[in-house]
């Protein structure tokens, strides 16, 4: 039990990461302080922010350190404790790292959970975890949502975005998808209940543009954008007036050189439409109030959450490298013991 | 008086534009319909609006049609008339064009206006008008600043920028402007009592970025921004936590073939910072209580407001060409007759 595999960051990848980019290492646990617990770790969220994390790039955290662990929220459970209310056995979820063991202490997103309040446990990943949030205050908080309302929903059949698609179908909204490939856009009408689904593949900008206006002929009052590029640019001039943009996130130039971000921002003017930048975080005081509506909704079968579970360590970073591929159907989850 | 001289839209200008795109014609004046007033137009406004109703982009109005004149606010005098309460001799302001005679109707942004209520007439095309108008609005209804905050002024020293930085003064904001040369830095600091002015020419985004660092380590609380590209850029790299852009222009793109827009949108997820547009149209209904604290802070020497008029319809694309050039100090006017 004093050895800990980590997945370590060698080396800042320039565009997509590669095996040489990481190393995975062991270790040996350090002693706890007071306060401190050892958390096993059984599951690791994968997601496209992590991207970011690994670049030297000044963000909203700092830069993962090279010859660190690359964090991750996890879920395990309390082996050994010197915290009050840390119990051994106690289930904790945590901002840790893609590792056998994390040290963990009270504050920030740690937080003990009870794996028989959910249906799985891995939904605290999920649903209840920083997936289940970023859609549920992200949507409802930035975008404010009315009924009625046209909702495009980029990167639709992700994690964040099939549930902020199906959130915008129980308000009463019109949910527009847009996904790469036709079994995800299939997923996201007949799965998810979208109104309409997009194919992103082989289309350029003046195509998305024409295939958005096509299902939203008066154009759109909400944006939710996870993706950036021309799948921005086209969603920029399809909008109604005073529509909002929530930014949630920019796959599409995580691993690119240089960012694209918006090039039709012109049409903020044309509309007084707005983009406003969103980020989990913000609401971490209020989980338990997002937590009980998503669960609610999805004990009552109007929310499905998918997670797509790959397993070990040694899995890490093709498990990771499925968030830029989209070969991931739902939430992607590693499986680490 | 039944000829009418007009500065016509000959054909799309395609970057910059040029004397081919234009001629000045003469025609003959219809007869007025009932409704319908004769202005003898003496004064229009210059605006970089104008060079976006050339183009025959869909925007928040029609493009210019081809064989039209060039569309622009004008203030003239009441020559004929067939529509009630607007007898000959009145004074009119309203969007009408570049050409010796415009036929009148109420609405829009047409309304009658007193000579004798201003210091001079032209202050309707500057102050009282949409230039101050948007200054007042923009900077108060979309940025929503707040005293002590850091305010951003792009595009300072022109018409709406330079009124922007005098308010924020007023309401007891930092305010740094940028604009392009030392005798525009030098009138910001000076004369309309911005607290730093940084001069944009010779300067990438990432020397832009450090110029903004210097003077607001901490960064900054709100943006004005009618410049757009490198300028907007580096703006973005020093936003304050929840920051607020208002996205009034994007002068540096308007004679580009592509749109550049906002390349570095990822910094307002990390600060949670937002980008609006913002169209002066939105605000007629309120234009007389705008109007009406920007004439108290003029008469009592708050604000000070610069016009820059050049004389005859020979000249209107020169006279244009400057608002793109920097060759202005001030609201830019054509004088007419």
């Given at each position: 039990?004093t050895q ?9 990848p320039?565009?997509a990461?590669?095996?040489e ?12 302080d007071e ?5 096993r770790n059984?599951?690791a ?5 992590q ?7 000044d ?5 993962i ?7 991750a ?5 309390v082996?050994?404790s ?9 289930w ?9 063991y ?14 028989h309040a959910?249906?799985k446990?891995?939904n605290?990943l ?6 289940g949030?970023t859609a549920?205050f ?8 009315k ?7 980029t990167?639709?059949?992700?994690a964040?975005?099939?549930?902020v698609g ?5 308000l009463?909204?019109t949910?527009i998808g847009?996904?790469?490939g ?5 997923r996201l009408?007949?799965?998810?209940g979208f109104?309409h ?6 289309k350029d ?11 939203a002929?008066?154009g759109?009052d909400?944006i939710?954008?996870n993706?950036g590029?021309d799948i ?7 909008l109604k007036h005073g529509?909002?943009?929530g930014l949630c996130?920019?796959i ?8 694209v971000?918006?090039r039709?921002i012109w049409?903020?003017i ?5 983009i ?11 989980f ?6 998503m669960?609610e ?6 929310l499905?959450?998918d997670e797509?579970v790959?397993?070990g360590?040694d899995?890490?970073l093709?498990?990771?490298l ?5 070969s ?10």
């Amino acid at each position: 039990m004093t050895q800990n595999r980590q997945f370590i960051l060698k080396r800042r990848p320039n565009g997509a990461p590669v095996a040489e980019d990481f190393a995975l290492e062991t270790s040996t646990i350090p002693a706890l302080d007071e306060g401190q617990f050892l958390i096993r770790n059984h599951y690791a969220s994968l997601d496209p922010a992590q991207r970011g994390w690994m670049s030297d790039a000044d963000s909203y955290m700092p830069p993962i350190p090279l010859g660190a662990p690359v964090r991750a929220t996890t879920i395990g459970v309390v082996e050994k404790s010197r915290a009050e209310g840390f119990a051994k056995g106690q289930w904790v979820m945590g901002l840790n790292a893609i590792e056998d063991y994390s040290i963990g202490t009270l504050g920030g997103f740690t937080q003990p959970i009870d794996p028989h309040a959910v249906p799985k446990v891995t939904n605290y990943l999920s649903l209840f975890g920083a997936v289940g949030m970023t859609a549920y205050f992200g949507f409802l908080d930035v975008c404010e949502p009315k009924p009625g309302d046209v909702v495009l929903i980029t990167g639709a059949a992700g994690a964040v975005g099939s549930l902020v698609g199906q959130i915008a179908k129980i308000l009463g909204c019109t949910a527009i998808g847009i996904a790469g490939g036709a079994e995800k856009c299939a997923r996201l009408t007949e799965r998810y209940g979208f109104d309409h689904a997009i194919d992103y593949r082989g289309k350029d900008v003046a195509a998305l543009d024409a295939a958005i206006r096509a299902v939203a002929p008066d154009g759109v009052d909400v944006i939710f954008e996870n993706v950036g590029g021309d799948i921005l640019d086209a969603g920029l001039m399809n909008l109604k007036h005073g529509a909002r943009i929530g930014l949630c996130g920019l796959i599409s130039e995580y691993n690119a050189p240089q960012p694209v971000g918006a090039r039709n921002i012109w049409q903020l003017i044309v509309h007084r439409a707005s983009i406003r930048g969103l980020l989990v975080a913000d609401y971490i005081a209020r989980f338990a109030e997002g937590g009980a509506q998503m669960g609610e909704w999805a004990a009552a079968g109007k929310l499905i959450v998918d997670e797509h579970v790959d397993e070990g360590l040694d899995n890490a970073l093709p498990a990771f490298l499925r968030l830029f591929e989209g070969s991931n159907q739902g939430k992607m989850i590693l499986k680490i013991a």
